[in-house]
T-cell receptor, first 115, second 114 residues
Framework: ETGVTQSPTHLIKTRGQQVTLRCSSQ?????VSWYQQALGQGPQFIFQ???????GRGNFPPRFSGLQFPNYSSELNVNALELDDSALYLC??????????????FGPGTRLTVL | GQQLNQSPQSMFIQEGEDVSMNCTSS?????WLWYKQDPGEGPVLLIA?????ELTSNGRLTAQFGITRKDSFLNISASIPSDVGIYFCAGQQLGSGNTGKLIFGQGTTLQVKP
């Protein structure tokens, strides 16, 4: 069974730039959630994707957007980067539907630094 | 953003000691989960709890889902050096209209002295 993978592991950008982060869900999982974890804090929910559509969103501005592909992998895009966007971005996968489980399994994260 | 109240914030204990941490919320949750996160890694699921009053063990770890559905605790017995890390509680609301998003506590940093 393949776990959740994320790429890249680290990224450095400057203010105003755009970034795309990628996530492959655990095999058998059809739902992907993205979280932002600032230093010393717990993860904060950004949004969730199910059936290639956004299925709920946290308190994040529209410049945070995402995609889900037919193979359930997902992207997180952030436009017009700000210094406060520096954080660990975590992807979590789970299965939704008939054989749903409530448990979300996390990838190793992408460390984004905005200068 | 919304966070649960997790305590203590940090603990420094001797190897072999037992550890207890808890999490409280003003909201009711359907599910409570406990994760451990090592530096530079993603959170790893330790225990998931699904019913009020449920007590579940995973090796030396024991967690309980509070009767009011607004709290949970995690105990670690006979701590060892590899227990070092940050422990997070997370509450989850499921059902119609809910995404099952996780609401996390601020974390408990555990250090174990050999």
């Amino acid at each position: 069974e393949t776990g959740v993978t994320q790429s890249p592991t680290h990224l450095i950008k400057t203010r105003g730039q755009q970034v795309t982060l990628r996530c492959s869900s655990q095999s058998g999982h059809n739902t992907v959630s993205w979280y932002q974890q600032a230093l010393g804090q717990g993860p904060q929910f950004i949004f969730q994707y199910y059936r290639e559509e956004e299925n709920g969103r946290g308190n994040f501005p529209p410049r945070f957007s995402g995609l889900q592909f037919p193979n359930y992998s997902s992207e997180l895009n952030v436009n017009a980067l700000e210094l406060d966007d520096s954080a660990l971005y975590l992807c979590a996968s789970t299965s939704t539907g008939r054989h749903a489980t409530n448990e979300q399994f996390f990838g190793p994260g992408t460390r984004l630094t905005v200068l | 953003g919304q966070q649960l109240n997790q305590s203590p914030q940090s603990m420094f204990i001797q190897e072999g000691e037992d550890v207890s941490m808890n999490c409280t919320s003003s909201s009711i949750f359907n599910t409570w989960l406990w994760y451990k996160q090592d530096p530079g890694e993603g959170p790893v699921l330790l225990i998931a709890l699904y019913k009020a009053g449920e007590l579940t063990s995973n090796g030396r770890l024991t967690a309980q889902f509070g009767i009011t559905r607004k709290d949970s605790f995690l105990n670690i017995s006979a701590s060892i050096p590899s227990d070092v890390g940050i422990y997070f509680c997370a509450g989850q609301q499921l059902g119609s209209g809910n995404t099952g998003k996780l609401i996390f506590g601020q974390g408990t940093t555990l250090q174990v002295k050999p």
